[in-house]
């Protein structure tokens, strides 16, 4: 069974601080991977996406992978209130039917 | 413009109904995905239309009936729910089709079901 894990949290960081989160996934044929960010009440928010080994920067978002290890992360620079969210990354499945698999989620929360 | 729009937001429907559920892009998207969402879980996959057919059906009971009447509509049809079915529903839709990279998945502001 194709897993994706993400640690639950709650993940508490102080207003300014990085907040690094993590995700590892068993598809070894997984291509691409994405965070979504996901308010109380809202729909999941694509803010992220990587397909190549290394680091992919966008504004304060950086998302690293590690297909080798079978990692991805996204960290968070000069965390803000507004990003407390639960951010959840899913995974590009192989095969002939494509999907995107989810982990359960990490709760974020920046203090101010 | 990255949207997907449902209808509607807010639906309560008793056991006996029948009601549906709608959803639209624009982006020129050819694979729209229902997702069920319960509180505090990430979302599980449903259906996937690729090309306005069925590819993928997730064990989901017959209770639940996809549409994919042209490749800008997705309607999921509702009948005899159960209030265990009461959760957040939502759409996606992405570029890609199955055997080619990049799934980038947009979702829609979803339907928050309610089943009395």
């Known amino acids: 069974q194709k897993e994706v894990e993400q640690n639950s949290g709650p993940l508490s960081v102080p207003e300014g601080a990085i907040a690094s989160l993590n995700c590892t996934y068993s598809?070894?044929?997984?291509?691409?991977f994405f965070w979504y960010r996901q308010y109380s009440g809202k729909s999941p928010e694509l803010i992220m996406f990587?397909?190549?080994?290394g680091d992919k920067e966008d504004g304060r978002f950086t998302a690293q992978l590690n297909k080798a290890s079978q990692y991805v992360s996204l960290l968070i620079r000069d965390s803000q209130p507004s990003d407390s969210a639960t951010y959840l990354c899913a995974v590009d499945s192989s095969g002939s039917a494509r999907q995107l698999t989810f982990g359960s989620g990490t709760q974020l929360t920046v203090l101010p | 413009d990255t949207e997907v729009t449902q209808t509607p937001k807010h639906l309560v429907m008793g056991m006996t109904n029948k009601k549906s559920l709608k959803c639209e892009q624009h982006m020129g998207h050819r694979a729209m995905y229902w997702y069920k969402q319960k509180a505090k879980k990430p979302p599980e996959l449903m259906f996937v239309y690729s090309y306005e057919k069925l590819s993928i059906n997730e064990s989901v009971p017959s209770r639940f009936s996809p549409e994919c009447p042209n490749s800008s509509l997705l309607n999921l049809h509702l009948h005899a729910l159960q209030p265990e079915d009461s959760a957040l529903y939502l759409c996606a839709s992405s570029q890609a089709e199955p055997g080619q990279t990049a799934l980038e998945a947009f979702f829609g502001q979803g339907t928050r079901l309610t089943v009395v």
């Open positions: 598809d070894r044929g997984s291509q691409s």
């Open positions: 990587i397909y190549s080994n």
